[in-house]
């Protein structure tokens, strides 16, 4: 049975008009602007909800938050300092990002504005959704989206521990306006704090709901990261194949949009990258149906850059995958291996969603949007496409960078290979002469982002704890 959720990223937070002024209609009172005083109540809590999903979107997926300008989600900037994206543009402090230099030296902060940016969006969908799941717990604690809430607040933090340095500090904005400073956490402190909000998101809702499968395909993916692989596999062991999470785009305003495709067709920034710098996985060169891609035949802003794009996010109402089933198995598959199976259920947990699309739910089936043509049956891996990888590893993570391409996995899913592998970083990250004629003549040697310097207002806050992987 196909199971899909959606999430909407809608415009904002927005309320009708209140009944004041009807018998006089030049007079209005705040028609279309959210005080306070009006999110106390269960009426507020699906205004709170669609707020927090919009904040999460533009951290996620990114786009114009405000209409004023593009803002890119983890999805654009991590898969731009791993490898699944090429820059095409010209502005330096997306190039710095590409070229795996973001601050000089692996300098423990950044000047990078864009950088700066994406780091407060990233918090801005962390406090609406613990503020959102908050109200809820408070109003409505049986209601599946208050478990959805503390699931998303949850992602926020996995976001922060796979793609920035250890020592991301963590404030809270109080009811009076105030804020309370946190103390810079670690990225197992960080992947901690994640699990507990899928916890907290298990224990209220509805066993072996779609809420349920969700909060544990986020413990699953935390605890993979923090190497702890038989919880891991345990967690996501009840998830259906089937299941899967996505985050809604349409083309109402510019907050609402697909970001990544914008990104990609629309303003050419982000070009799909190839085997980048020696080591990057090869996306366009070796054909698959889950990394679907054309060459349109035209250069990216840069006019120089040839725009490679991809085509699992055909427009910009098509939907972002945030969580699936498929994912499931994946971390099944690697705590098999983890735990001395490297052949029988390590291959036949990899090769559930292959042989089975009926039911695997990897694009959303919207036919108001234009997504990538369906994956079909692919064929069974066996030992013989194992030991052609280079062994488990190395089949592993390359099934992982196709299911999970352009879902924010990829920069994770690298510094996993580093820190739990013990692969060299020059021999995962993109290496060598960097391809483009700027200031950069190779690439350097960056695997997470520095928190940006506007964080030394926090008094608690000095610099990244370290730039390890």
């Known amino acids: 049975m196909r199971t899909i959720i959606k999430l909407l990223a809608l415009g904002g937070l927005a309320l009708a008009a209140a009944a004041v002024g009807c018998n006089d209609p030049l007079r209005v009172s705040l028609p279309d602007i959210v005080t306070p005083g009006q999110l106390t109540d269960s009426a507020a809590l699906a205004t709170l909800r669609a707020g927090a999903i919009g904040d999460f979107a533009i951290a996620y997926s990114g786009d114009h938050p405000d209409g004023s300008g593009g803002t890119e989600g983890v999805i654009m900037y991590g898969g731009l300092l791993a490898d699944e994206w090429i820059n095409s543009e010209t502005f330096p402090t997306r190039i710095e990002v590409d070229a795996r230099s973001i601050s000089p030296l692996g300098g423990l902060t950044t000047t990078n504005a864009d950088v700066d940016l994406w780091f407060r969006r990233l918090h801005q969908a962390r406090r609406s959704a613990e503020n959102a799941a908050a109200q809820y717990a408070a109003l409505a604690p049986a209601d599946p989206a208050h478990a959805e809430m503390l699931s998303l607040a949850g992602f926020t933090y996995i976001f922060f521990a796979e793609t920035w340095c250890s020592?991301?500090?963590?404030?809270?904005?109080?009811?009076?306006?105030?804020?309370?400073?946190?103390?810079?956490?670690?990225?197992?402190?960080?992947?901690?704090?994640?699990?507990?909000?899928?916890?907290?998101?298990?224990?209220?809702?509805?066993?072996?709901?779609?809420?349920?499968?969700?909060?544990?395909?986020?413990?699953?993916?935390?605890?993979?990261?923090?190497?702890?692989?038989?919880?891991?596999?345990?967690?996501?062991?009840?998830?259906?194949?089937?299941?899967?999470?996505?985050?809604?785009?349409?083309?109402?305003?510019?907050?609402?949009?697909?970001?990544?495709?914008?990104?990609?067709?629309?303003?050419?920034?982000?070009?799909?990258?190839?085997?980048?710098?020696?080591?990057?996985?090869?996306?366009?060169?070796?054909?698959?149906p889950r990394t679907p891609w054309t060459d349109p035949g035209v250069t990216g802003f840069d006019n120089s850059t040839e725009l490679w794009t991809q085509l699992r996010y055909g427009d910009r109402r098509a939907p972002v995958t945030v969580a699936t089933g498929v994912e499931a198995r994946l971390i099944e598959a690697e705590a098999a291996y983890q735990g001395g199976d490297s052949t029988i259920l390590f291959l036949a947990k990899l090769n559930e969603p292959r042989a089975n699309p009926a039911e695997r739910t990897y694009f959303d089936p919207n036919p108001a949007s234009t997504d990538a043509p369906p994956i079909g049956t692919l064929p069974n891996l066996t030992l013989a496409d194992e030991t052609a990888a280079g062994g488990a590893v190395n089949l592993l993570f390359a099934e992982r960078a196709r299911w999970l391409w352009l879902t924010a996995h990829r920069l994770g899913d690298l510094r996993r290979l580093v820190r739990q592998y013990n692969r060299p970083a020059d021999a995962v990250f993109p290496t060598g002469p960097y391809f483009k004629p700027t200031n950069f003549t190779s690439y350097g040697t960056d695997v997470n982002f520095p928190v940006p310097v506007t964080e030394k207002n926090n008094p608690n806050f000095t610099s990244c704890i370290d730039r390890l992987p």
């Open 167 to 288: 020592g991301v500090p963590v404030s809270h904005l109080n009811p009076d306006g105030s804020i309370t400073y946190g103390p810079p956490l670690t990225t197992v402190e960080l992947l901690d704090t994640a699990i507990a909000r899928f916890d907290s998101a298990l224990a209220v809702a509805a066993p072996n709901s779609d809420m349920a499968y969700l909060a544990s395909v986020g413990k699953g993916r935390a605890l993979l990261d923090l190497g702890r692989f038989p919880e891991a596999g345990a967690a996501v062991a009840g998830v259906p194949t089937s299941f899967a999470y996505v985050q809604e785009h349409s083309e109402n305003t510019d907050r609402e949009n697909n970001g990544v495709f914008n990104g990609n067709f629309t303003d050419g920034r982000y070009a799909i990258a190839d085997s980048e710098g020696v080591n990057g996985f090869p996306f366009r060169s070796v054909a698959d």
